[in-house]
Each structure stands twice: as C-alpha cells, then as structure tokens.
C-alpha cells in the first residue's frame, strides 16, 4: 500500500517572499496515477520535490504508505523520479543507465540486477536497445531509459515533473498511452506534474489544479473539466478554453398554468445577453440571483451556432472559421466577447456573417464575475 497524504505543506523561498506552495491538502490513493496542472510558476515543482525529500517543507506532512516522511532523506522515501531533462548519463549504456538506480540502491546481486533491468527494459519497449548509449537514441527513446530506470527500482511510489515536455507532438501522443498503460499494469502510485491541459486530461486518474501556491479544484478529470470550480480552472482546462459571457438573470414567471412545451422561452428564470433582449434559459437554481449581472461559462462544444434566430439564442457575427480535421472552430464577436464554438467538420460561414449561438441549457455553468468562484445557488 502506497498511498500518498499531505497535509498543510506550505514552502517559501527567501526572506517574506510569497509562498511557492502554501498550505496545500492532497490525497493520493494506493495505485492511482494523479496529474498536478497548473500555469508555469505555480508550484508544481516545488510540492513534488518537497513530496520527494529534494526540498524540505517549512511546515505540514507528508505521509506515503504508513509511513511519515516528512524529514525523511529522498532515498529513505521508497519512491523513484523521473524529471523533464532526460537525465541520462552518456557514457553508460541503456543497460547501465536502466540499471543505474538499482546499483545506488544497494543489496540486490549481478543476476537479480539484470532480470530487473531487462523486464523495465521491455516494458517501454527498450528490450533490442540495452547495448546502446543515449547519443544513439531519439529524445522519446532515451526518455524511456529515464522511466525505465525509475521503473527498475520498483518504486511504491513514481513522481514525474514534466517528463515529455522535450518530446514532439507524435512522439508525446505514444508515450502517453504507453505509460498510463504501463503504470496502470504495474499498480504504482503516480504524481504526475505537467501545464499542459490535455497531458492531464487523457493520463489522469484524478487531478488537481494549482494556482500561485494553492490547489484550486480535485477531481476526476471529466468532472472538472464539465464544472470548473472557477473561471481560472474553466480558462485554463480545455482547447478552446470554455467561453464567458456577461449575463443578467431575469426571473421571468410565467402567469397561469405553466406550459408542458420543452424550451418554451416564458418558463422561469433567463439569462439576458445585451442590450437586444436576446437570453437563454437559466436553472430555477439562479432566480435567487435575479437582477444580478454574473458570468455564465459555456464550452466550445456546448453551443449550437444557427443561421437565423431562434429562441434561445444569442446574436453575433463570424470573425473566422477554421477547420481542425475533426471539428470547425469558429470564433463569434458576440456582444464584445469573442466566443470559441466547435461545430462539425465542413461547417462554412462567410466572415461577417450573421449567426445566433444556442447553449445547451444544462451545460451552462455560473460565476460570480468578481471572484470567479462558481455559483450554485444565492
Ligand atoms: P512550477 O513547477 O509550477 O513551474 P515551481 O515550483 O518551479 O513552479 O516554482 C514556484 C515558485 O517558486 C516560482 O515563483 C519560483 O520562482 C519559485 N521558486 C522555485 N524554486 C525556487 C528556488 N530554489 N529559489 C527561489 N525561488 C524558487
Ligand atoms: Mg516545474
């Protein structure tokens, strides 16, 4: 059992310098690979360091397994690290280098060593390459050393910062699924760091937003990517990132019997785009908030764009349309806010053109335009 629990870690750097991580709480559980996202700075590096013993805490403790390791040196830690810069030694073979941890290790004999050093070799996929040294492997090749000698040691626990940053686009889209599925197979516990959103989207078990020091929002990866906790989160998660539009509620109440027809436009609580009426509907959650202006946040694939009016729908015209194979992206000056829809391949529309954007009701989410935070109900 691995699992991995902090408790109020705060580090700062320097003399009353803001702090690089600050009181932050997170859970990790036995097996689990868990994504850290977060803007460059953040303090994704630091917190995975301080979990690895590299940086000590100023304060708070880190538990992994039943153990705390709070002042623990890294090798009394039972974990393995693989970093963004490759980190291979150049003049040791792959063998060597795959077998490089488990040398510093200590206590396991000749024989041992190279059944261990094989089966880590296999698995990324090295097996035909033990004789070579890393000036004669591509960058994603000699990034599978890094993991297979972290692997190697079979660590409890495998912290990762940034490990594909080096690699290009195709090569990344392969590693990716190899390691999610290697370390799936091999039941470690992972932290994972990266600022790259879809990198924490598709690897991620859970994961955790960080924002100047702090984690914002935990979660499985489809749940905060569908509510963001805050505009932060829905800005930073998701290509394009989800848009935000300047509304008012108005808690219209129909007079008399309430019409059965689905959508009907005068049913309770609307969102009012503008100064031209144009409104969506808004959850009866929101009529608490009437008379007040807030931000609904709508994803690019969560808006039906039309070629006429419609109700529902909020006007705006086509700035550009660019097509990205499987989708069309099409960018919309509506109400002096550019809105990101992605619509379906083949989708065309002239510049300048006019269109009328429709959310999907139930997948609009609400913020409060000052502090971003999501709202729920007043
Ligand atoms: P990330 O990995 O998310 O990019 P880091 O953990 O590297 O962020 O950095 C978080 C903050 O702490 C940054 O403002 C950075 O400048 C600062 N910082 C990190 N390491 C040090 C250090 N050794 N000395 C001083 N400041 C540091
Ligand atoms: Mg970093």
């Known amino acids: 059992m691995a699992d991995i629990v902090i408790r109020g870690v705060r580090k700062t750097f320097g003399r009353g310098r ?36 590299l940086e000590a805490a100023d304060s708070g403790s880190i538990v992994i397994g039943d153990r705390e390791v709070t002042t623990l040196p ?9 970093f963004q810069n490759y980190a291979v030694f150049p003049h040791l073979t792959v063998e060597q280098n795959i077998a490089f941890g488990l040398r510093m290790k200590g206590g396991a004999g000749a024989a041992e060593i190279t059944g261990k050093v094989r089966q880590a070799a296999d698995l990324v996929d090295l097996g035909g390459l033990l004789d070579r040294r890393p000036a004669q492997l591509s960058g994603g090749q000699q990034q599978r050393v890094a993991v297979a000698r972290a692997l190697a040691v079979s660590p409890s626990v495998l912290l990762m910062d940034e490990p ?3 690699l290009d686009a195709l090569l990344r889209l392969k590693f990716r699924s190899d390691l999610k599925r290697i370390v799936h197979e091999l039941g470690t516990t992972v932290i994972y760091v990266t600022h790259d959103q879809v990198e924490a989207l598709s690897l991620a078990d859970r994961m955790a937003v960080m924002r100047e020091g702090r984690i ?3 979660g499985p990866p489809l749940e905060v990517y569908d509510h963001p906790a805050s505009t932060f989160v829905g800005g930073f998660l998701g290509s394009p990132p989800m848009n935000f539009l300047p509304v008012a509620i108005d808690g219209v109440v ?39 202006e807030l ?3 709508i994803r690019g694939e969560n808006m039906d764009v039309l070629g006429e009016r419609a109700p529902g729908t909020v006007a705006g015209k086509v700035l550009v349309v660019e097509p990205l194979g499987a989708q069309t992206l099409v960018t919309v000056a509506s109400q002096d806010t ?18 009328w954007l429709r959310p999907v009701p139930d997948k609009v989410r609400w913020y409060d335009p000052d502090s971003g935070a999501e709202l729920t109900g007043p």
Do not use: H
């Open 295 to 297: 931000v609904a946040g």
């Open 74 to 82: 890294p090798r009394k830690r039972d974990l393995a690290m693989v």
């Open 18 to 53: 803001v702090a690089a991580v600050d009181f932050v709480d997170l859970t990790v559980a036995d097996g689990e690979l868990f994504v850290l996202l977060g803007p460059s700075g953040c303090g994704k590096t630091t917190l995975l360091r301080m979990i690895a013993g």
């Open 254 to 292: 129909s007079p008399g019997p309430r019409s059965s027809e689905a959508g009907s436009a005068d049913d309770g609580p609307r969102a009012m785009v503008g100064p031209r009426g144009d409104s969506f509907p808004a959850p009866e959650a929101m009529r608490g908030w009437c008379g007040r």
């Open 216 to 218: 914002v929002q935990a």
């Open 164 to 166: 594909l940053s080096n």
């Open 338 to 355: 550019e809105v990101k829809v992605l619509t379906a391949p083949g989708y065309t529309a002239p510049p300048g053109g006019d269109v």
